[in-house]
């Protein structure tokens, strides 16, 4: 087979880190390669040198055996390379084919204050591609109406418009239902059947060895091997990203369930337009229990979670945390009360990025003694403190007193871990806990969890990693459209199952519920 | 199980991480100021000027002789009040622009209570109860002016740098109005908008006799350290730094983020409100319209050139006031024109915004770190 894209030798050098160490990959005419490997082992600077945003220090990149000089992504749409990234370049108010063209507009009557855009044109040639991809996108559609898996196709056909031969899908799951995951693998292998070739990036083991052709693993800036999906399972995958044995199962005993810890009734919350966002949801959670909520994002879990934390103000309903009414609460009076959080966007809620270490550490309980006293901060209390959980909670950082900043994604979720649950809490509240992080943070993340369990503490898990849900959870409840569709002991359930009901579909046995009024936007 | 690094006991290690980040710090605002001097070099060449004698001549009426240095630290102290507040507003991730107007507040509260408490209350002050009044009561109503817009950033988002720029006007002309009538100064013989002289009691006396400089300049080193201890060393610091760095966190951390916003306006506004106070209760001795007219703005110049740090606007502020202070003696010696300082100030000012331009020409590598000038607006 004809290799399309190779790069040789790259090495790149970042301050302080080797990012690529002589790295040697190849892409085979219709194949899809894997990339995998840890956040930080060096795939997204490879994908990054490839599509021409990085130069490399050294190294050759050739495409079907020319050697080309990348300095753009321009110069890489114009060797055929495409990149749909992780986080979606689209503009919600445009159409499919105004999104398309954007960049590359086709024009007719350009001697006309610059022209007028031919709608027509690109639309017959969207029509097209997706037929002949089956990809099935409308280019009138209006983009932000789109669900997100057929915004994920909008963004491939946007590469293949620009003739790309070669797609480069960063992380292309991590926002979609396992369904439309199924339908992406689907559109995939008609890609490559046409002759598009595909680097896939991920970090979800299982997918690897479902869809690809060859994987390419990478650790610490070097690639450590390549081989093939029969040759390798799970098991040997994650040893090769970590470098040692990884537990994949959490190892947990049957959960001793407590007195609820929290109850939440009838809880009602609006956004920012008076839409109601999350209608009518009630639940407990007891302790020594796990809850998980799986939903595919943006189903009213990260607006359920800011009420619980008290970050959102709610529309009704009621909330009791340890037996009081906690309504309404600031978040300061929860923290006290006994409730750890997790939140979902570590860098934006969970921590001060410029801030040192141990001073993020203390984030939550910089006012209480030993650290604040009457209003004086405690440099010795708060540096002990800072010592004591890099070393209990594993951080790797050359010192307390680096900037947050300067610490790897899961050292940093290592950081608000080891401050959340270094308290005496009652409640942990903890949304994507393990999202963007290498498995070796996610095995330990994953064990203090269940460890905060077996101590009496109850546990509200926001994922949307069904493995994650199902492999942590005691019960799990089900997110659709602002609702709780359904809730079932873990035990009794099939991935399948609960991947149909994050889709809409109506769980057998559970009544669905519906709107007490029709609102726009929930049950529409 | 320890090794000997690890041994080094804290202070050791906060010292030598301070003297490290002092360093860095320097860095750009230093080479800015550099490059600013040798731009404004070839500025006076091109004009026709000596740029080493100009540049003598700056130095020499700056610090050449006692009193060189004297009225060097008379014109330092407002801007170290002022550049303090624009500083202290920074670090809470506010663009005070207000301080002008704040300033202006706090003189005209100083002058009133210099001139006019003793009669109200009959009674002839010590000095050691009249000066702490008068400057109180001048720190608290810049206090109070500034307290205003963080109010309204706070609780109805509407964005700081508007509502200083109209609480500045507002504040410039309801001193005129005051200054040309209720406390205009009643001798016949004078014609221009000014107050009365104040009291012997409430002004604050020199440093040494025969010199100009006075006690507010040691004042404004004192509060410049206090500042520094409120932001790093207090719980109250650490809430305001990190709604300054990040809001969002903030309120994750329980912060009353709302308060903390006016509470931080209310302590940028007071210090500006220093600024105006120690003019009157130190040196003018009475308010006179028009007296403080850019020292808010350079304010401004001298905090980010102070990287926000107070001992950083200590030293800007120090250098401003060398350079206002030497242009006189710069124009005697060359005749090139005084205005040359504010193109320099303005190039200064340039570089350290524009601080690409000065890591470009000296191949300096960005760093993560930057001064948050403010938030979006609205936000």
Known sequence: ?524 | MQNSEERTSPQTKSILRFMRLTLNALGVPLLAVLTAMLVGGVVIALAGGDPFRAYLGLFQGAFGSPKALSETAVWASPYIFAGLAVAFAFKGGLFNIGAEGQLAFGAVMAALIGYALPGWLHIDLPAFIHIPLAIGFGALAGALWAAIPGALKAYTGGHEVINTIMMNYIALNLTSFLLNGPMRDPNPLNVVARTPLIAESARIPPLFEGFRVHWGFVLALLVAGLVWWLLWKTTLGFEIRTVGANPDAAKYAGINVKRTIVLTMAISGLLAGLAGTIEVTALNHRHELGFSIGYGFDAIAIALLGKTHPLGVVLAALLFAAMRNGATRMQFLTQIPVDIISVIQALILLFVAADAIIRYIYRIRARDERVVLTRGWGG
């Not at chain 1, 002589?22 to 219709?30: A, K, M």
């Not at chain 1, 199962?249 to 929290?262: G, N, R, S």
């Not at chain 1, 009734?265 to 109601?276: M, P, V």
């Not at chain 1, 959670?285 to 359920?304: D, F, M, P, S, Y």
Request: include cysteine; charge should be neutral.
């Open chain 1, 1 to 524: 087979m004809t290799i399309v894209l190779e790069a040789k030798n790259i090495t790149k050098q970042f301050p302080g880190v080797l990012a690529n160490d002589q790295v040697d990959f190849d892409l085979r005419q219709g194949e899809i390669h894997a990339m995998l490997g840890e956040n930080g082992a060096g795939k997204t600077t490879l994908m990054n040198i490839i599509y021409g945003l990085y130069k490399p220090d050294s190294g050759q990149v050739s495409v079907r055996g020319e050697p080309i000089e990348i300095h753009s992504p321009k110069d890489s749409i114009q060797a055929g390379i495409g990149m749909v990234h992780q986080h979606f370049m689209l503009i919600p108010v445009f159409s499919v084919a105004e999104n398309i063209m954007l960049g590359d507009e086709t024009v007719r009557y350009r001697w006309a204050l610059g022209g007028k855009l031919d709608q027509k044109t690109v639309a017959k040639r969207v029509r097209e591609l997706s037929h002949q991809y089956s990809l099935d996108v409308d280019p009138t559609a209006l983009v932000g109406q789109l669900p997100v898996g057929i915004q994920q196709r909008v963004e491939i056909v946007k590469t293949l418009y620009r003739n790309a031969q070669i797609l480069i899908l960063d992380e292309p799951t991590a926002v979609l239902t396992p369904q439309e995951a199924e339908d992406l693998f689907r559109i995939m292998h008609e890609l490559t059947e046409k002759g598009v070739s595909i680097i896939f990036i991920t970090h979800k083991l299982k997918e690897v060895l479902a869809i690809a052709d060859r994987i390419t693993v990478m650790r610490a800036g070097k690639v450590v091997g390549t081989v093939k999906p029969k040759e390798t399972n799970e098991h040997k995958l994650a040893a090769m990203m970590v470098g040692r044995e990884v537990i994949l199962q959490v190892e947990k005993k049957a959960a001793k369930p407590q007195e609820a810890a929290l109850k939440v009734d009838g809880l009602k919350i609006r956004d920012f337009r008076g839409l109601e966002v999350v209608g009518d949801i009630s639940f407990e959670i007891r302790g020594g229990e796990i809850l998980g909520i799986a939903g595919v994002q943006g189903n009213g879990q990260t607006e359920l979670i800011e009420a619980l934390t008290g970050l959102r103000s709610v529309a009704g309903g009621k909330m009791l945390f340890a037996g009081k009414d906690v309504t309404g609460c600031s978040p300061r009076t929860l923290t006290e009360t006994g409730m750890a959080h997790i939140p979902e966007d570590r860098q934006r809620h969970g921590l001060v990025l410029p801030y040192a270490v141990a001073d993020n550490m203390v984030l939550n309980t910089y006012y209480l003694p030993p650290f604040g006293v009457r209003g004086i901060l405690q440099p010795k209390a708060i540096d002990a403190n800072a010592r004591k959980l890099v070393q209990d909670f594993d951080v790797r950082t050359p010192s307390p007193y680096v900037p947050t900043s300067k610490l790897s994604g899961g050292n940093q979720q290592k950081v608000i871990v080891a401050r959340e649950l270094s308290r005496a809490v009652k409640l942990l509240i903890a949304n994507q806990p393990t999202r963007g992080l290498d498995v070796g943070s996610i095995e330990y993340i994953h064990k203090e969890i269940v460890l905060m369990r077996d101590l009496g503490v109850a546990v509200l898990l926001v994922s949307a990693e069904l493995d994650e849900i199902t492999a942590l959870s005691d019960r799990i409840a089900v997110m659709y459209r602002g609702q709780i569709v359904a809730t079932v002991e873990a035990k009794k359930v099939t991935r399948e199952q609960l991947g149909l009901w994050m889709a809409g579909g109506h769980p057998e046995g559970v009544p669905s519920r519906r709107c007490p009024e029709p609102v726009e936007g929930c049950c529409a």
